[in-house]
């Protein structure tokens, strides 16, 4: 099972893809498993990435696969899946995503 949170945080992206600026990129959701990227332009499916993103719980890095973006979206969406991360980076994210699900259910309660 995986768990999506939306972090809603700015996202660096350090690659050799030509972008005006990392501000152009925003980190829509995110799992433990990868990700969707709010996109001014689409960036090339297939592009391999160092990403990087703030959670509660500190940052996250890791190295992921730009996937084809999301045609039927009215903003430019893109998702990528993740390739590698760190044991310490993968228990940062799980901490934030249960956290944030823990938070979320005693809203509602």
């Known amino acids: 099972m995986h768990y999506v949170y939306d972090f809603r ?3 660096q992206q350090r690659s050799d893809l030509k ?3 990392a501000s152009e990129l925003k980190l829509q959701t995110v799992s433990v498993t ?3 990227l709010q996109v001014l332009k689409p960036l090339s499916p297939g592009s391999v ?3 990087m993103f703030l959670t509660h719980t500190g940052p996250v890095l890791g190295m992921a696969e730009l996937l084809n973006p999301r045609s ?3 903003i430019g969406l893109q998702p990528f899946r993740f390739i590698t991360l760190d044991d ?3 228990q940062r994210l799980r901490t934030a995503i249960a956290s944030s ?3 979320e259910l005693s809203d509602t309660a």
């Open 19 to 21: 972008t005006d600026s």
């Open 34 to 36: 990868g990700g969707l």
């Open 49 to 51: 990435v160092e990403v």
């Open 9 to 11: 945080a700015c996202l």
């Open 101 to 103: 699900l823990h938070n």
């Open 88 to 90: 310490i980076d993968l």
């Open 72 to 74: 039927d979206a009215r």
